[in-house]
């Protein structure tokens, strides 16, 4: 039996018709594989603003109702592979909190890349705490503020896509093809895209004050 139009293999599409059919069985082994990297770009997309007020587990279990709600939908016209899809789905429920909980504070969507993939776009900011981590001493948290600020100032110079072709392949470790498929481009083009931006934050992270910063 060929994939289904979404890609799906025949084994994960018989699942599908399972889940959707009221079978708990089958929707808990549908989500099993997805459930720790969901939760990882679940917490990575997170405003920090409202890191300890909302939980991600919470959020994937909001995440996990949606899509089940709507499974029925996603088999009668599946466009992406399941995967994708619940990773929209999250990126939704995600847009749906923030908005929720910042409200006119979120940031301006005009300096966001605007693709059509859902949820909230990655900011610089989440992008500069993700890779400097956290400092211990007094003296690493002064350097770390100020490597932080000039890392943040030189990711909002890059192009917005490109931004996200990093975050999508180095932290969300979405595969090229999966990547291509989030933000609606050619896999090849989102390749170039990553080695581009790959190359460039190297070069950020090598001028930073307190010495390179290891990817």
Not at 139 to 151: F, G, P, Q, V
Not at 156 to 172: I, Q, S
Not at 183 to 207: P, S, W
């Amino acid at each position: 039996m060929a994939p289904d139009p979404a890609g799906n293999p025949p084994d994960l599409h018989e699942l599908l018709q399972r889940a959707a059919a009221g079978d708990p069985a089958g929707w808990k082994t549908l989500l099993a594989p997805h459930r720790d990297r969901l939760r990882r770009i679940v917490a990575f997309r997170l405003d920090p603003r409202l890191r300890g007020r909302v939980d991600p587990s919470d959020v994937l279990q909001e995440v996990y109702l949606e899509a089940f709600r709507h499974l029925g939908d996603y088999l009668r016209q599946p466009e992406m592979p399941f995967f994708v899809w619940l990773r929209a789905v999250a990126g939704n429920k995600l847009l749906e909190l923030h908005r929720h909980h910042l409200g006119t504070r979120m940031r301006d969507a005009g300096r966001e890349v605007s693709i059509d993939r859902g949820g909230p776009a990655i900011t610089s900011a989440a992008l500069a705490a993700q890779l400097l981590g956290h400092a211990t001493a007094p003296s690493e948290a002064a350097i770390r503020a100020e490597a932080k600020a000039r890392l943040q100032e030189a990711l909002d110079g890059m192009d917005p896509v490109d931004r996200e072709v990093l975050a999508l392949r180095h932290f969300e470790h979405l595969t090229p093809a999966e990547t291509a498929r989030v933000l609606g481009i050619k896999e090849k083009a989102a390749g170039m895209r990553y080695l581009r931006a790959l190359k460039r934050l190297k070069e950020i992270l090598t001028a930073l004050p307190g010495g390179p910063v290891e990817l």
